[in-house]
């Protein structure tokens, strides 16, 4: 059985550079490099480029071209918040190839599991258009690689702060793709809603669960044991896959969930268990957003000890009522899918 717990990541994508004062800076990602380069025992994976034909399974070619087309030029505007430096397009072939080149290492049992330090961020980039900070749609075509290897079902659990339309968009007629979401909600994007389910073969094999602000460790424990959990158990992944954002923090200057390191470690926990338990082992997660330096790193320390084995989560203390709500959308959203 496979051992040791990888990274990949790659100073290249440091060189994108979406402006002056954007929150997704290249700190962000040095902070990360800088906490694996200083923890011993972990793997590193050679980072590469994707390719086209990678690409081509989530994107359109006209899409490529385009984020092609951006590199060496200082500045190209894809959308109000979304713009890249020369180092962009480069940066964005990086960071999809190398949760790509994580995903086959996994796959192949040279690790047992894996975080993928990269940027920019990828779910909310759509098959034909870069948006909110994301070029390519780095967990999207991991996914799709996985399945184009044989793997017969992705899970890809996304506990970014915000919605993943990309994601979902590329994955809603799919039934061998599970795709789930705890965001804000109402939020940017705006997608997300209990009642988009997927459709077509599809239908059930997507699982939104909005939030309201204020949602942390308490509400997000009965989330994922109440409804996460148990629609995962019945879909039995063979690869799970995390969009890991951190700015579901409390300490995130963009969102209004209210998670703690101890809320992030575990989910954490929980995602391994079941990969455990039903996968093989068998998970990467993937950093999305996240706008805090120390969210970040914390964040990263959670996710690390949970694939190294740290124990069982423990009890999470405080009255998740509040979650009442959200969970009986979900429910009646799912009930003709799933057994809850
Ligand atoms: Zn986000």
């Not at 940066?91 to 080149?101: E, F, T």
């Not at 009965?222 to 148990?230: G, H, S």
């Amino acid at each position: 059985m496979a051992d040791g717990t990888a990274y990949v990541t790659d100073p290249r994508m440091l060189a994108h550079d979406p402006g002056a004062g954007h929150p997704e800076r290249s700190d962000r990602l040095r902070v990360l490099q800088d906490r694996v380069a200083a923890e011993p025992g972990l793997v590193r994976i050679g980072a590469r480029a994707a390719t086209d034909a990678e690409l081509a399974r989530v994107h359109t070619a006209e899409l490529i071209a385009r984020v092609d087309a951006s590199g060496g030029r200082p500045r190209v505007h894809f959308d109000p918040d979304t713009a890249t430096s020369a180092g962009s397009s480069d940066a964005a072939r990086l960071a999809a190839g190398s949760v790509v080149s994580l995903c086959e290492a996994v796959l192949a049992g040279q690790v047992r599991n894996g975080v993928a330090l990269v940027r920019p961020p990828g779910h909310h980039a759509e098959r034909d258009r870069a948006m909110g900070f994301c070029l390519y749609n780095n967990v999207a075509v991991a996914a799709r690689a996985l399945r184009a290897r044989g793997v017969p079902r992705v899970a890809i659990v996304d506990w970014d702060l915000h919605h993943g339309n990309g994601t979902q968009h590329s994955f809603e007629d799919d039934p061998s793709v599970l795709y789930v979401s705890t965001h804000q909600y109402p939020f940017y994007p705006g997608t997300g809603a209990a009642h988009e389910v997927g459709r077509g073969a599809g239908a059930g094999r997507t699982l939104n669960v909005p939030c309201p602000a204020g949602f942390g460790d308490a509400e997000f424990a009965r989330l994922f044991d109440e409804a996460i959990v148990p629609i995962l158990r019945q879909f039995a992944p063979e690869f799970v896959l995390i969009s890991a954002g951190f700015d579901c923090d409390g300490r995130d200057p963009l969102g209004g969930l209210v998670l703690t390191p101890a809320g992030i470690a575990r989910m954490a926990r929980v995602l391994t268990s079941l990969a455990e338990e039903r996968a093989g082992g068998r998970i990467v997660a993937v950093l999305e957003g996240g706008y805090d330096l120390a969210a970040l790193t914390d964040g990263l320390d959670a996710v690390l000890d949970a694939f190294r084995g740290a124990s069982e989560p423990e009890a999470v203390r405080g009255d998740a009522r509040a979650a009442d709500g959200v969970l009986a959308r979900v429910r009646a959203a799912h009930a003709a899918y799933w057994r809850l």
